[in-house]
């Protein structure tokens, strides 16, 4: 029996804290099964995709025990896993242990996951590998998982590959070379997407004690044969799953102040705070917070999201309700996520008579300053799209009926819980 939930109309005020990073929580436990010795990992998020992630860290080798506020990792010789490697419904998971997975001393790793992510891109990632010596391929030949990676290691040497399709395959690229025999030099082609990712990921690497060379985003040198060093390293709060609420207070007239964010580590996310002046509302940054609530009447205009994709549902859905149009450009890469959010956007603001154009890179939306309701509106089982329509529906004249709001816990499993203490007026159904 699947559950929907009825968002009525609401009004969002409060205080909340952010919820830990989910990108930096994949990234330290990389970096931890990469290094030497026991790692600490403060304040991890524990959510469905990073569950996949320590999974995954299990299987080829680390031991991970568990307290209230953070994980220990303790690593040393890789493994062969003894399964397949299930990622679920997380990328980040699938594209860093495609790469990582090539250490496995012996055999076989097997990584597969859910019906999107079996769908989603793999081959720009596994060409690249190739290059560095890595046996690794589709089992379907198709470019997509199931992928299977010979254990072995990685020889190194140089490899290319396109850097408009992920991010998470040069981050996946640069991680496993740390390892490598040879070292590697990685070369992107093309407009890099998602920039503040590898920001991330180099943050994190450079605080295990790995070194990287890079120019610009074109250009990496990674050393071979790096062991890195046990750290403890604190997750800061998220931007991305934090954008929810923050548009939210701008949706419903609101008024929020969301604990636990700083800008001290690079965050793609962090771009709400800009893009939400220039929509029209009132952002103050303090230490370690953001308040933020609606001043003025929202505007319009060309915003690009190439570096900050994930915040494509979320913008889409404040454009609705703004008086000028909106156009959301540098986002083609948003149709490999876990659904095509251009056009799953573009169907569920039509619903609630939005008029919404779908873009070869984006969307062209005409809001307007009410909107009626009363529809059921569908995530197509991505949790950015459900959290964004969940904020939408709060700001509708009658409320609308939300699926699949368990889809939340891929990222932010608190979503429902931190947004009804805020003020969501929400009533769960089973259909």
Known sequence: MSRMIFVKPSVLRGVVEAPPSKPYTHRAYAAALLSSGVSRIINPLKSRDTNATKRACIHLGAEIEEEENHVSVRSGEFRTPDNVIDVENSGTTLRFFTAISAHAPVGYVILTGDDSIRRRPMEPLLKALRMLGVECWSSKLNGTAPIIVRGGGIEGGEARIEGG????????????????????????????VSRPYIDASLAVLTRFGF???????????????????????????????????????????????????SLDLPQADAAIINFLRMLGCHVEVMENAVRVYRAGRACGGEFNLRDSPDLLPILACIAAKCSEEVVLRGVAHARFKESDRIMVMMHELTKLGIEAEPLPDGLRIRGRDSIEGGCILDPHGDHRVFMALAMLAASTERGCIVKDPEVAEVSYPQFLEHAIGLGLNAEVLEE
């Open 211 to 261: 070194r990287v060379e890079h120019e610009e985003y074109y250009f990496f040198e990674v050393e071979g044969g790096q062991h890195g060093a046990a750290c403890e390293f604190i997750v800061p709060g998220d931007f991305g799953s934090a954008a929810f609420l923050m548009a939210g207070a701008c949706l419903t007239s609101g008024d929020i102040t969301i604990k636990n964010l």
């Open 165 to 192: 399709i992920s991010s998470q395959f040069i981050s996946a690229l640069i991680y496993a070379s740390t390892k490598s025999r040879r070292g590697a030099r990685i070369i992107v082609e093309g407009e890099m």
